[in-house]
């Protein structure tokens, strides 16, 4: 059975910086795609950030225009865990985050990703 599972959310005031991982299990994803996106209270899910392996270790990452420059999509292919580092955050990056991974497809749409974790809170107080 196909596992993520993401950790590191919490309570930080703006300004602060938190990292978000996640791991996977059940199946490797080492040469796949992997990207968080999160759902704010009472809005929809939206794309924050995708990591895909081009050739070896080179890999390309994308982001959403709102946490670029702030936000940094990593992964560990021997952990096959992706991290996602925050910083300068901000009220309105409280959200539920969760963590996405396909073996073929990528992209930064939720339909583009076949698993999902169950999310971990990230709450940015003023």
């Known amino acids: 059975q196909v596992q993520l599972v993401e950790s590191g959310g919490g309570l930080v005031q703006a300004g602060g910086s938190l990292r978000l991982s996640c791991a996977a299990s059940g199946r490797t994803f080492s040469n796949g795609n992997m990207a968080w996106f999160r759902q704010p209270p009472g809005k929809e899910r939206e794309f924050v950030a995708a990591?895909?392996?081009?050739?070896?270790?080179?890999?390309?990452?994308d982001y959403a225009d709102s946490v670029k420059g702030r936000f940094t999509i990593s992964r560990d292919r021997a952990k096959d865990t992706v991290y996602l580092q925050m910083n300068s955050l901000k009220v309105e990056d409280t959200a539920t985050y969760y963590c996405?991974?396909?073996?073929?497809?990528?992209?930064?749409?939720?339909?583009?990703?076949?698993?999902w974790g169950q999310g971990t809170q990230v709450t940015v107080s003023s």
């Open positions: 996405a991974a396909s073996s073929t497809r990528k992209g930064a749409r939720s339909y583009d990703y076949d698993y």
């Open positions: 990591h895909s392996w081009i050739q070896g270790n080179a890999y390309s990452a």
